[in-house]
């Protein structure tokens, strides 16, 4: 009965518009209400979801997304990414894909991506002929490719969690992030050749050579990231306070974008996404909690188990489960409730854990980006002026290829393991 009114609460608030971390929050105490449990467990579960150090780097990587984006750097990155590319047949649409990538690999957040390469390209892509829901699905679905692509928010939550390196998981998610980025821009250059999109003259050497040289700074930013987790100069909270004060130095004294009277509302900003994240990381662990005292993730094992314990079949059923609730669920909540207990039954069929968290990544961004809920689709949709019908029939050719992609990573686990084994060793 408790259990009833917890996923009953939970679901009535979260269609009825509620934000998914009072949701949780209102859900969980309800349920502690009714069960005669003491309320003093909520404070102490709340703090025990956050009092993680891992966590630090969170605000660190969303201060560095906000200082570029404020700092011109998002904007050399798509320009260069549209010198190298835009000669091509849907040009602008690959240059988006690319600037995502990029992009992806400082800010490692999918809304963040969405909100600051859309802002520049859906109205960009529109003035050169683009149809403009196209423009913002292709912004859409390329914002996925953040969280996957090191550093991640998403893995460093599951590996706060699970115990689980989050620098083996950064590095196990750059080869699939790198051919999520390639399938996209497969299916850009496919329809783009279908619908007759434009295509740009070819750079000269000259120009080309001008906007690497601009865009070198903003390029840096990634390879100084990605070198010093990996070559163990500094973790993955230490590389988040490296990124905002080269976006810092970078955007005031080379691009001169920033300025210091910006400064107080872009920390504001940050202030107000990484207190919201982690409110959310607290009620999700409350909800999180309290599952496990009921011994939901044992119910949810056996379950999953009783139907098959053929690691193909169990591992297609995973994926089910983890789309299903990506497209309706905040990715971060997801993660808290249902990774601990899908990783026990990952494992016990031989799933590697790096594996399986790229994974479970990997199908909750897919998430982002499918209808009705998904985020990153309401996100680019406002910044088009566009209904979400339109936006939601545009990424359809893209949901196709992300889960061609989903299915390789799943049952291919060489391309998450490689890398990290090749680097730190099995």
Same mark, same amino acid.
């Given at each position: 009965?408790?259990?009833? $009114?917890?996923?009953?609460?939970? %679901?009535?608030?979260? $269609?009825?518009?509620?934000?998914?971390?009072?949701s949780?929050?209102?859900?969980?105490? *309800?349920?502690?209400?009714?069960d005669?449990?003491?309320? =003093?467990?909520?404070?102490q579960?709340?703090y025990?979801?956050?009092?993680t150090?891992v966590?630090?780097?969170? &605000?660190g990587?969303?201060?560095?997304?906000?200082?570029?984006?404020?700092?011109?750097?998002?904007?050399?990155?798509?320009?260069?990414? #549209?010198?190298?590319?835009g000669?091509?047949?849907?040009?602008?649409?690959?240059?988006?894909?690319?600037?995502s990538?990029?992009f992806? !690999?400082?800010s490692?957040?999918?809304?963040a991506?969405?909100?600051?390469?859309?802002?520049?390209?859906?109205?960009?892509?529109?003035k050169?002929?683009?149809?403009?829901?196209?423009?913002?699905?292709?912004?859409?679905? *390329?914002s996925?490719?953040?969280?996957?692509?090191p550093? +991640?928010?998403?893995?460093?939550?599951?590996?706060?969690? =699970?115990?689980v390196s989050?620098?083996?998981?950064?590095?196990?998610?750059?080869?699939?992030?790198?051919l999520?980025g390639l399938?996209?821009?497969?299916?850009?250059?496919?329809l783009?050749v279908?619908r007759g999109y434009?295509?740009?003259?070819?750079?000269?050497?000259r120009?080309?050579?001008?906007?690497?040289?601009?865009?070198?700074?903003?390029?840096?930013?990634?390879a100084?990231?990605?070198?010093?987790i990996i070559?163990g100069l500094?973790? &993955?909270?230490e590389?988040?306070?490296?990124? *905002?004060?080269?976006?810092?130095?970078v955007?005031?004294y080379?691009?001169k974008?920033?300025?210091w009277?910006?400064?107080p509302?872009? @920390?504001f900003? =940050?202030?107000?996404?990484s207190?919201?994240?982690?409110?959310?990381?607290?009620?999700?662990?409350?909800?999180?909690?309290i599952?496990?005292? /009921? /011994?939901v993730? /044992?119910? $949810?094992?056996d379950?999953?188990l009783?139907?098959?314990?053929?690691p193909?079949?169990v591992? $297609?059923?995973l994926?089910?489960? @983890?789309?299903?609730? !990506?497209?309706?669920?905040?990715?971060?909540?997801?993660?808290?409730? @249902?990774?601990?207990?899908?990783?026990?039954?990952?494992?016990?069929v !031989?799933?590697?854990?790096?594996?399986?968290?790229v994974?479970?990544?990997?199908?909750?961004?897919?998430?982002? =980006?499918?209808?009705?809920?998904?985020v990153c689709?309401?996100?680019?949709?406002g910044?088009?002026?566009?209904?979400?019908?339109?936006?939601?029939?545009?990424?359809?050719?893209?949901?196709i290829? #992300?889960?061609?992609?989903?299915l %390789?990573? +799943?049952?291919?686990?060489?391309?998450s393991?490689?890398? &990290? #084994?090749?680097?730190?060793?099995?």
């Amino acid at each position: 009965m408790e259990m009833l $009114l917890l996923f009953g609460v939970f %679901l009535v608030l979260l $269609l009825a518009g509620i934000p998914i971390a009072f949701s949780l929050g209102i859900a969980s105490m *309800s349920f502690l209400l009714f069960d005669g449990t003491s309320l =003093t467990v909520v404070p102490q579960r709340m703090y025990a979801g956050i009092d993680t150090f891992v966590l630090l780097c969170i &605000p660190g990587f969303i201060l560095a997304g906000n200082l570029m984006n404020v700092g011109n750097i998002t904007e050399h990155i798509v320009r260069f990414s #549209n010198a190298v590319v835009g000669h091509i047949r849907g040009g602008l649409g690959l240059a988006n894909v690319g600037g995502s990538m990029i992009f992806g !690999g400082i800010s490692g957040t999918a809304v963040a991506d969405a909100a600051s390469i859309g802002s520049v390209m859906i109205p960009g892509m529109s003035k050169a002929g683009y149809d403009k829901p196209f423009s913002a699905a292709v912004t859409a679905a *390329s914002s996925t490719i953040g969280p996957i692509i090191p550093p +991640s928010v998403p893995m460093i939550i599951a590996g706060s969690l =699970t115990g689980v390196s989050v620098g083996r998981m950064f590095l196990a998610g750059a080869v699939p992030g790198l051919l999520l980025g390639l399938a996209m821009m497969i299916t850009v250059y496919l329809l783009a050749v279908r619908r007759g999109y434009p295509k740009e003259e070819r750079p000269t050497l000259r120009h080309l050579l001008r906007e690497g040289r601009t865009a070198f700074w903003a390029l840096m930013m990634t390879a100084i990231i990605l070198y010093g987790i990996i070559g163990g100069l500094f973790t &993955p909270t230490e590389a988040s306070i490296v990124a *905002s004060l080269y976006a810092l130095v970078v955007g005031m004294y080379v691009y001169k974008g920033l300025s210091w009277r910006k400064l107080p509302s872009i @920390l504001f900003d =940050t202030v107000l996404t990484s207190s919201a994240l982690l409110l959310l990381v607290g009620l999700a662990n409350l909800f999180g909690w309290i599952m496990t005292t /009921q /011994q939901v993730p /044992q119910m $949810l094992a056996d379950v999953i188990l009783t139907i098959s314990d053929n690691p193909i079949v169990v591992i $297609l059923i995973l994926n089910l489960i @983890l789309l299903f609730v !990506g497209t309706f669920m905040e990715t971060i909540a997801a993660l808290i409730i @249902l990774f601990p207990a899908l990783m026990g039954v990952a494992t016990g069929v !031989g799933m590697d854990p790096v594996h399986f968290a790229v994974m479970a990544v990997l199908n909750l961004m897919i998430g982002l =980006t499918t209808p009705p809920v998904g985020v990153c689709l309401f996100v680019v949709a406002g910044i088009g002026n566009l209904p979400m019908l339109k936006v939601a029939r545009a990424i359809v050719p893209f949901l196709i290829c #992300n889960l061609a992609v989903l299915l %390789l990573v +799943s049952y291919v686990p060489t391309l998450s393991l490689w890398l &990290p #084994n090749l680097i730190l060793g099995e």
